[in-house]
C-alpha cells in the first residue's frame, strides 16, 4: 500500500515539474527562483525567508541563494527590519509580475489537470 502511494507522489512530482519548467526555463530562472516567487505570491502574509524554509521545507542555503539571485535581477527585495537582523522581509516587485503571472497561469493548468 504504502509504495502505491509513493508512486504517486513521484508521478505528482512529475507533473507539477512538466507544468512549472517551461516557465522557468522561458524566464531563466532556476527552479527554486521560480518557485520562491510563486510561493511570495501565493502567501502575501509570509514574506520572509524563515517562514518559505519553514513552510516549504526549503534549505536555508537554496532560499538564500534564489533570494540574492532574484535581487540581482531586480525581481525581489530582501530587507531586515530596523533591529532584527534574524528576519529577512521579502518583497516582490513590479518586473516579476509576468513571471509570476504565467506561473500561475501553469500552477492552475496542474490543479485542473488532477
Given at each position: 500500500m504504502t509504495e502505491g502511494f509513493w508512486d504517486n507522489v513521484l508521478l505528482l512530482k512529475g507533473l507539477y515539474d512538466q507544468a512549472?519548467?517551461?516557465?522557468a526555463q522561458l524566464w531563466k530562472l532556476t527552479r527554486m527562483e521560480l518557485d520562491l516567487l510563486l510561493f511570495l505570491h501565493n502567501n502575501p502574509d509570509r514574506a520572509t525567508a524563515a517562514e518559505a524554509v519553514r513552510l516549504r521545507r526549503w534549505t536555508k542555503s537554496h532560499v538564500s541563494?534564489?533570494?540574492h539571485?532574484?535581487?540581482?535581477?531586480?525581481?525581489?527585495?530582501?530587507?531586515?527590519?530596523?533591529g532584527n537582523r534574524?528576519?529577512?522581509?521579502?518583497?516582490?516587485?513590479?518586473?516579476?509580475?509576468?513571471?509570476i503571472?504565467?506561473?500561475?497561469?501553469?500552477?492552475?493548468?496542474?490543479?485542473?489537470?488532477?
Amino acid at each position: 500500500m504504502t509504495e502505491g502511494f509513493w508512486d504517486n507522489v513521484l508521478l505528482l512530482k512529475g507533473l507539477y515539474d512538466q507544468a512549472l519548467d517551461p516557465v522557468a526555463q522561458l524566464w531563466k530562472l532556476t527552479r527554486m527562483e521560480l518557485d520562491l516567487l510563486l510561493f511570495l505570491h501565493n502567501n502575501p502574509d509570509r514574506a520572509t525567508a524563515a517562514e518559505a524554509v519553514r513552510l516549504r521545507r526549503w534549505t536555508k542555503s537554496h532560499v538564500s541563494a534564489a533570494v540574492h539571485a532574484l535581487e540581482g535581477r531586480g525581481l525581489l527585495s530582501a530587507v531586515h527590519p530596523p533591529g532584527n537582523r534574524k528576519v529577512l522581509s521579502l518583497t516582490l516587485l513590479p518586473a516579476a509580475e509576468n513571471a509570476i503571472r504565467q506561473g500561475t497561469a501553469a500552477q492552475n493548468r496542474f490543479v485542473e489537470t488532477l
